[in-house]
Structure formats: structure tokens, C-alpha cells
């Protein structure tokens, strides 16, 4: 594994006295809100951040953790949910547990100062599934050190969240291979 | 560097004697079409695909390349375009002939064996300002070895290719920090 060294270009970035950290979201019911945070994620560690991804509500290795953890040392993914669904309206007590790990994890993350991005993957379906309360996440990112830059993904992004953050992308589903009968696969699902 | 192989569960994807790759677009207004597709290489790469991107319309190293040539072997990313914007209505000829040379790469890694994914950052865009005919992207898709997965991506995509893709996703601005009147940075654009 090779170290990568800051760009001139993100040292820069990194360096700008006042810089400000951006707050991206992105949601929606279609493909790539996961893949947009890591692509990037993958583009910060290229000009030389240090990125940390929380995954709520997820307990497998999907293929992105897989290649984080082999090739990529700036970029650290931590998994904080079951590898199974939750209820929407009967959520287990380990699913609200292990999502307040990860909101701890993330506040963790967010105050070490080991990190210029922090990227807060699925935590829009754990507020709306009431395992965190959107006022701890609204408060995270209202208390975060102001140079880090924070993503959260995820259907059902709140009001308060879209209202606090720079950048807003939702995507829609305008067709989707399910609906062709097509399942999971390794490389494209997971 | 380290190679990854194929998991188990990627083997059982690649080696499944039927396997049709599916058609993904993402296209849309919104930040994240492009960073979608990385995350979609990463996924795939942690996962044991090999995985050839291809960007038209670009002649600089983005974040993603950059992460992708120093620490991810089996993402091969290859740029086809100049550092500079395309007029839309008054392409320079260099344009035109770069665009043209990235379909020709895209037609080679296709047809190569070497991919089991081949992905099209920004050719959405590339037929909208007619640096390349749609009707190649077509038969592009319609004429490739059939497992191979592909994945196009930019704003304006044309309605046959929206017809033959599987999967689409359009994604939506509701909120960019442009408007804030923040600037490109590296890390987040580039």
C-alpha cells in the first residue's frame, strides 16, 4: 500500500487559514448515493485527504470497503449496523444500538482531527427509521471542527439537514434493473 | 500496491456462463454523476472486476485518477479530452478528434477481454455538443461482448441511450455550494 501525499493543489485546500467545510448530502430513491460519497471519497484521497466513512445500518463489507481496506490507507471505513434489514416501524434494539456506536464513531471521526472528510453513509434512512434523533445529527454537524467536510447519503433526507447543507443532490430513479427481475450482484449491489 | 482477486461471490458473477452486463447511466443537473461512477469502479474493483474509465471531455487528473494510478491496479483510467472547456457550439477540431480517440479506447477496452467493466465518464455530454455521433454510442453498446458491464455518464443523455440502459439514474441540484459563490476545490471538484 502506498502512502499518498498531499497535491500542491489540495495542500493548498488544506491549508486555506478560514477554509470551510462543505456539508454535501445526497439522496433520493434512485442509484448512487453510496458510490457518489466514495467516488468522492476517492477523489480526496487522490489530492491527498484523510477520509473516514461511517456506514450506518450496514454489516457486510460491500466491494468499496473491500478496496478501501486492501489499496486505499487514507481512507478508513468503519461499519456500524447488521447485515440484515431493519424494520421501518419495529426497528431491533441491536439496529438503534449499533447506530449510536456510529453516531459516536462519527463524532469521534469528526473532532480527531485525523480527518478532512468525513463521509456519513446511510444516517438519512437511520434518522427516518428513528434509530438516531435528527437533532444529534443536526448538532454534529452544527459543532464540527469548521474545516471538515462532511457527506451524508441516504432516501428520506430530512428538511433540517437539506436546510443546513451546501450541496444537495437527489437522485431519482428513472429506471432500475430490479424491475427487469435482475438481482444483486456482486460489483454493482454490494 | 496490491492486486485484489476476485471474492467468492464475484467469481460465482463473473464466471456465470449467462451473464449479461447491465447498462447504467447517470445523468441529471446535480453533483454526483461522476463521482457515482467511480464509487461503482471502486465497489466492482474491490470485488475483483477490472475496471477501464475512460474520460472524454477531460485532460486533467482528477482526485479519483490520481487515487486510481498510485493505488488501485485494476482501475485503469485513461483521459481523452483537453484541460479546457468545449464550446459547445464551436467544438476546435482538437476537441472532436480527442472525443473520437476516446471511443476508439472505449471500442478497444470493450472488445479487449481485459474489463469486466467499462465505464463512459462524460460521453453523455460528448453527443450533446456532437463531438461523437450517437449512433456510435449505440451500436458501442448494442455490439459489446455481452458480460461486459457498462456505465455511462453526464448531463443531456440521449433518449436511445436512455432506451437501452437498464439502470438510470438522473440526478437532481436542489442546492450547490456554487451558488454560495464557493469555487472549485480540490478534493470536492477535482
Redesign the interface.
Known amino acids: ?2 502512502e ?1 501525499e498531499p ?1 500542491a ?2 495542500r ?2 488544506l491549508l486555506e487559514k478560514y477554509r470551510r467545510g ?1 456539508v ?3 439522496t ?1 430513491n ?3 448515493k ?16 484523510r477520509v473516514c466513512i461511517i456506514q450506518f445500518m450496514k454489516g457486510r463489507k ?7 481496506e ?3 490507507p487514507n481512507l478508513t471505513v468503519r461499519l456500524s449496523g447488521l447485515d440484515s434489514f431493519v424494520m421501518r416501524d419495529n426497528p431491533a434494539p441491536l439496529d438503534i444500538e449499533l447506530a449510536k456506536q456510529g453516531l459516536a464513531l462519527a463524532r469521534e471521526a469528526v473532532a480527531s482531527g485525523d480527518y ?2 468525513v463521509i456519513l453513509d446511510e444516517i438519512n434512512v437511520a434518522v427516518d427509521f428513528k434509530l438516531i434523533p435528527v437533532a444529534e445529527v443536526i448538532d454534529l454537524i452544527q459543532t464540527r471542527p469548521p474545516a471538515v ?1 462532511l457527506i451524508l447519503t441516504g432516501r428520506y433526507a430530512p428538511p433540517e439537514i ?1 436546510a443546513l ?13 430490479y424491475n ?1 427481475g ?1 438481482k444483486d ?4 449491489e ?1
Do not use: N, P, W
Open positions: 500500500m502506498s499518498l497535491t493543489d489540495a493548498e485546500t462543505l454535501q448530502v445526497y433520493g434512485g442509484k448512487g453510496t458510490t457518489a460519497a466514495f467516488g468522492q471519497a476517492l477523489r480526496a484521497v487522490g489530492q491527498g485527504f460491500y466491494g468499496e470497503f473491500l478496496a478501501a486492501r489499496c486505499l478532512e472528510m467536510d437539506i447543507a451546501d450541496t444537495v443532490s437527489e437522485i431519482h430513479e428513472i429506471k432500475h434493473h427487469a435482475i450482484r456482486a460489483g454493482i454490494y
